[in-house]
């Protein structure tokens, strides 16, 4: 009788997880509801380098977002299925004093897109992320030739 009786973890089927990393420099300081639970806004970096507009972010619950071994990331986990609230600010006009009035466009994404969205850099290359270390490698490559007199007038 007692192998017939079904406790709730057993009537819980497994959920598939997917795990979103990010950096800590896109997460806020946590903040209280109206009904006293702890959240975290995460930002989302545009994708496109010319889109200048504010950064799309989404809410998590604190609980739900922790360190990598390194402290050095973020990471939590969602469900597949799932959906999440994004939602980005922009300007809706100048009130009276002539300072921009700010109104928040919201929209549900799947958590599969959310994880795309928060990790684009890794989709990518190398050099479309940071040209610079392959300007200074073309220097390093290319050293100046120094003549007996530049070297007698730097040790002076």
Partial sequence: MAEEMNT???????????????????????FMSKDGKEWVRIKIPNA??????????????????????????????????GHTTVSRPFPDGTDDKGRKIWK????????????????????????DRDPAPADRQAQKEEPEAETEGDRTEKSL
């Fill in 8 to 30: 709730p973890f057993e009537e819980q089927e497994q959920k598939e997880e997917l795990t979103i990393k990010f950096a800590k420099g896109v997460c806020s300081e946590p």
């Fill in 48 to 81: 496109d380098e010319n889109d200048h507009r504010p950064w799309q972010s989404f809410v998590l619950g604190a609980n739900q977002v922790h360190e990598n071994q390194y402290g050095k990331g973020l990471w939590a986990k969602l469900l597949v299925d």
């Fill in 104 to 127: 928040t466009e919201k929209r549900e994404v799947s958590n599969r897109e959310l994880k795309e969205m928060v990790e684009y850099y890794k989709t990518q290359s190398k050099e």
